[in-house]
């Protein structure tokens, strides 16, 4: 009976750990190591338009992932070895914690509360947050504008959902999806009216609706887009920096920009300040 129960502990034990590692078990090497073997994972987002976008034959595209193909470039992986792994706001930095992706791209703010956590290259795009109403809507025209109770729709776990918590809560209701792409259809229908996250990112809808949806008013806030990945991974944050900073350098920064968003009328700003802290 003791031997029996013995090996049903073990057995129970060993199934544990299987569920673990297939739960959340990643790679514990750093993000160059895994270049050195030729192959990198990226955290991306699937569902914004001209940054990070799953198309319908399986592809991936948009800047996030045009600086993400020439960092790994630079670190020595070809493009078709490159894993795309979606990375929703709420759950990047698990997702780097847990190694089960080498780095992220994903319209990543750097923020001191996340720099505890993980840690960031770039920043490769300065933005700011902003609004989308429909085409219509004459009403919303900034954020001092969003009182009377209008809802208001962001993401879960991203800086613009925080940013109307620390300031416009008693104005707004504000509405948090998984992702930005529902706020945009529940923009579409009526649930809301009108979303809210960075302004390069509302481009990228506003352009996938032409005449439906505009941007309205100034950016309020100033993000600054960075490459996450593990903490105290200082080696690969170094040689991201580099890349980041010769893909300014060559051009490829400004001509992504204006491939992807130079049919929106964006004004193709100058280039970022590489931040070696």
Known sequence: MRINH?????????????????????????????????????????????????????????????VAT???????????????????????????????????????????????????????????????????????????????????CSVKGSTPAQYVKDHYAKEVQLQEYDTYSLCVEALKSGSVDAVTTDDIILRGYAAQSPGALKLVGQPFTTEKYGIGLKKGDTDSRGKINDAIQAMIDDGSWKAALEKEFGATGLQIPAPPQVDRY
Do not use: M
């Open 6 to 66: 013995a090996l049903r502990i073990a057995a129970g034990v060993a199934a544990l750990a299987l569920a673990v590692t297939a739960c959340g078990g990643g790679s514990s090497k750093s993000a160059t190591q895994n270049a050195a073997n030729g192959k990198l994972t990226i955290g991306i987002k699937f569902d914004q338009p001209g940054l990070g976008l799953l198309n319908k034959d399986g592809s991936h595209s948009g800047f996030d992932v045009d």
């Open 70 to 152: 020439y960092v790994a470039g630079k670190l020595g992986v070809k493009p078709e070895n490159i894993t795309w792994k979606e990375a929703p706001s709420a759950q990047r930095e698990t997702l780097i914690q847990n190694g089960q992706v080498d780095f992220i791209a994903a319209t990543y703010s750097i923020t001191d509360q996340r720099k505890q956590k993980v840690d960031f290259a770039g920043p490769y795009y300065i933005a700011g947050q902003s609004l989308l109403v429909r085409s219509d809507n004459t009403d919303i025209t900034g954020p001092d504008s969003l009182n009377g109770n209008k809802k208001l």
